[in-house]
């Protein structure tokens, strides 16, 4: 069992950074793959990045490559997601998800625990 939270979230002016973190509570946190998925207003919650559990594989959707990076501290129990040149169209719900057991680590349905997620709002 694992608990999320996310934090980091907030209103940017395009061009600008963030940082999402993911803080998880559970002993087996470091055997997971993580990911983010962001959802906009009335749209399908997609994919945005993965790590495996040791952190050294990484995967990223096309829309946030070369800007966006997943990192994992194994000994904080942290996920983060650091976010350069952001773009209006990256306005979203952040959501912190964990071990894709059920499927494809693409999927959101492929996820057995998730965050309540975190707002990032970017202006024009």
């Known amino acids: 069992q694992v608990h999320l939270v996310e934090s980091g979230g907030g209103l940017v002016q395009a061009g600008g950074s963030l940082r999402l973190s993911c803080a998880a509570a559970?002993?087996?946190?470091?055997?997971?793959?993580m990911a983010w998925f962001r959802q906009a207003p009335g749209k399908e919650r997609e994919f945005v990045a993965a790590?495996?559990?040791?952190?050294?594989?990484?995967y990223y959707g096309d829309p946030v490559k070369g800007r966006f990076t997943i990192s994992r501290d194994n000994h904080k129990n942290l996920v983060y997601l650091q976010m350069n040149s952001l773009k209006p169209e990256d306005t979203a719900m952040y959501y912190c998800?964990?071990?894709?057991?059920?499927?494809?680590?693409?999927?959101?349905?492929?996820?057995?625990?998730w965050g309540q997620g975190t707002q990032v709002t970017v202006s024009s």
């Open positions: 998800a964990a071990d894709p057991s059920r499927g494809s680590r693409y999927t959101f349905s492929s996820y057995a625990y």
């Open positions: 559970g002993r087996t946190f470091s055997s997971y793959a």
């Open positions: 790590i495996n559990w040791s952190g050294s594989t990484t």
